[in-house]
C-alpha cells in the first residue's frame, strides 16, 4: 500500500527527480575529488579532522552536512555525535549527509574509501528516489489518460 500525497503532480514528481538528480551529480562531483585530491584542501577538509582527532571515548560519529547551491556540493557544516540522532532542524537544512564513525590516526587513503563507500550508498538512495519519483508521475500520467 502506498500513502499517496493528494498534492503529487507529474510536475510536482518530475521537479522532485530533477532535484534528486542535481544531488546525485553535485554528490559525484564531491566525491570526485576527494578521490583524486589531497584531503587538506578539499571540501571534506573538516570531516576528515573531525573524524580522525576526535576522541572516540567521548565522540561515536562524525558527520559532514551538505547543502547543494547551484549545482555545487557545498558542505555547512561538520559536527560531532556522541550518542542518539541529529536534532531535525540539523537535518531538514540540509540536502545530504556523509557521517563516519570516529577513527583517530585514520589515513588519508583510508578515509578517501570510507567516504567514497559512504556517499555511494547516499547517491544510490537518491538515485532511487528519484527513479520511483518518476514511476509515480508516470503512473499518475497515465491514469489521467484513462479517465
Known amino acids: 500500500m502506498t500513502w499517496d500525497d493528494p498534492r503529487?503532480?507529474?510536475?510536482?514528481?518530475?521537479?522532485?527527480?530533477?532535484e534528486y538528480d542535481e544531488i546525485v551529480a553535485a554528490l559525484e562531483d564531491l566525491i570526485a575529488e576527494v578521490r583524486d585530491e589531497p584531503v587538506k584542501g578539499s571540501r571534506l577538509e573538516g570531516l576528515y579532522d573531525e573524524v580522525t582527532t576526535s576522541d572516540p571515548g567521548i565522540?561515536?560519529?562524525?558527520?559532514?552536512?551538505?547543502d547543494v547551491e547551484d549545482g555545487e556540493a557545498v558542505v555547512t557544516e561538520e559536527s560531532k555525535l556522541a550518542q542518539g540522532k541529529w536534532a531535525p532542524e540539523i537535518?531538514?537544512?540540509c540536502d545530504a549527509m556523509v557521517t563516519l564513525e570516529i577513527q583517530t590516526g585514520l589515513m588519508p587513503d583510508d578515509f578517501k574509501y570510507l567516504v567514497s563507500?559512504?556517499?555511494?550508498?547516499?547517491?544510490?538512495?537518491?538515485?532511487?528516489?528519484?527513479?520511483?519519483?518518476?514511476?509515480?508521475?508516470?503512473?499518475?500520467?497515465?491514469?489521467?489518460?484513462?479517465?
Open 117 to 147: 563507500k559512504e556517499a555511494d550508498d547516499r547517491i544510490d538512495e537518491f538515485r532511487e528516489a528519484a527513479a520511483k519519483a518518476r514511476q509515480r508521475a508516470a503512473e499518475l500520467e497515465a491514469g489521467d489518460d484513462e479517465d
Open 8 to 18: 503529487d503532480t507529474p510536475e510536482t514528481l518530475r521537479e522532485e527527480a530533477a
Open 91 to 93: 537535518v531538514e537544512g
Open 59 to 66: 565522540w561515536n560519529t562524525a558527520t559532514a552536512f551538505i
